[in-house]
């Protein structure tokens, strides 16, 4: 990976025309260090966020050794880039002969389900295979309700009442049991894990079996940005939230049990950004060289506002507008798909534009990874930079907006 000293100097050295990932190894080493310091269990990271084997490898050597997995891919991912970390397989519907894979090939001993036909599944490839039911944990994960930026619970998740009954059952097979949550991705407010934990506290009062784990799941928050005519959103932040947790564990009477966590986006988002460049500026409209289809998918569904920087073209001698006025932008993204379009602008000075680039900050998590191969536009340069986002002189000139542009 090339070095550069900023996303900047990158830019202006390189003058990319596709998109360029910046990555700042020493900020995912600080922000998982920072995790596992604040949480009083073991930290999972979670797989599907960022996969990039450079990513996993960072975290790994930041002292994570344990991974949320969910495929074959992913479990291939992590013993490439980790090979002695355990791995939790926490995806609650799983094929039947992934869970061959998981027991058989990569000696995987934990598993969620929300479904007494999963354990079916479970059940007969351990007795396929001839293992003790002992030795293996079956997390039920319990639907929870909340405040996140992505609500998963009207996916996955046992209602209070059937997670007893699913406890009961694989603790008469032999399972050891765990409970797990996962409250949603970006929460809003810290209190989504306390109403969890009573959840929780609640069906293992029913259940009166002998539970070897709780899993809190992710949903920690990463820092974005918002609309400068507004006040900041109120969102926690993720030491924050691990402060209130740890009373909340205490409070529930769950400090006694081994707790685990599986943060994605708090641990990887600051760690990326993304340089694109302006194709072309039509009116307040900008046209740039990535989009949904591509690194910015997670933005367009209008729940995220990401931090934008303004980097200039030396080259460019004249421009109109005040530099010092930040105005929105609506922005079209490289596909030829008339949805390629954010639901939110960048809010840039008037003057940017055609052949200027865009740092887009705190894109590490969820933007490599949903990456499509739409109409041949696949960003797939990473470069390493020595300054993160946030740490380069001078706050981000502007940053998305909260509100939906009209057009
Ligand atoms: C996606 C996912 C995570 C990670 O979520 P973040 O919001 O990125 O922290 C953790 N656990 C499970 C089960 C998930 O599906």
Redo the contacts with the bound molecule.
């Keep these: 990976m090339d070095l550069y000293e900023s996303a900047r100097a990158m830019a202006l050295a390189l003058r990319p025309d596709q998109s360029i990932y910046c990555f700042h190894p020493k900020m995912l080493t600080r922000d998982a260090k920072a995790f596992v310091e604040g949480f009083s269990g073991k930290t999972a990271y979670?797989v599907?966020?960022n996969g990039e084997p450079f990513v996993l490898k960072t975290v790994a050597e930041a002292g994570i050794t344990c991974f949320?997995v969910a495929s074959p891919a992913e479990f291939a991912a992590v013993r490439a880039a980790a090979p002695n970390a355990e791995m939790l397989y926490?995806h609650p519907v799983k094929a039947q002969s992934d869970i061959r894979l998981a027991l058989e090939t990569y000696g995987i001993r934990t598993l969620a389900l929300d479904h007494e036909d999963e354990v079916a599944k479970i059940l007969r490839i351990v007795r396929a295979l001839d293992l003790n039911p002992g030795d293996i944990t079956l997390f039920v994960r319990i639907a929870t309700k909340g405040h996140a930026a992505y609500e998963l619970s009207r996916k996955f998740g046992a209602a209070p009442g059937h997670a007893v009954e699913l406890l009961q059952r694989i603790d008469r097979i032999g399972f050891k049991c765990g409970l797990c949550f996962?409250v949603g991705?970006?929460i809003e407010e810290a209190e989504t894990y306390e109403r969890a934990l009573a959840s929780a506290d609640w069906v293992r009062g029913r259940a009166g079996v002998e539970l070897a784990g709780l899993d809190l799941?992710?949903?920690?928050p990463a820092e974005y940005g918002h609309d400068p005519r507004r006040k900041a959103p109120p969102t926690p932040s993720t030491a924050a939230i691990l402060r209130t947790l740890k009373s909340d564990i205490v409070e529930w009477g769950f400090d006694g049990l081994p707790l685990v966590a599986?943060?994605?986006?708090?641990i990887c988002a600051r760690s990326i950004s993304l340089v694109v460049r302006v194709l072309l500026k039509k009116g307040r409209r900008l046209y740039i060289n990535d989009g949904i289809w591509s690194s910015l998918s997670d933005s367009w569904t209008g729940k995220i506002t990401l931090p934008a920087r303004h980097i200039p073209d030396p080259a460019r001698r004249r421009r109109n507008g005040d530099p010092s006025k930040i105005v929105p932008f609506k922005v079209c993204g490289a596909t030829c798909d008339s949805v390629d379009i954010l639901s939110r602008p960048f809010w840039l000075p008037e003057t940017v534009d055609t052949g200027d680039w865009i740092e887009i900050g705190h894109i590490g998590?969820y933007s490599l990874a949903l990456r499509t191969h739409f109409n041949g536009f696949y960003p797939d340069t990473i470069v390493e930079v020595e300054t993160a986002f946030h740490e380069e002189e001078g706050a981000p000139e502007s940053f998305a907006s909260i509100e939906t542009m009209a057009d």
Aim: hydrophobic content about 30%; proline content about 6%.
């Design positions: 979670a599907k966020t949320d926490m996962h991705s970006q799941g992710g949903g920690f599986e943060p994605g986006r708090a998590a």
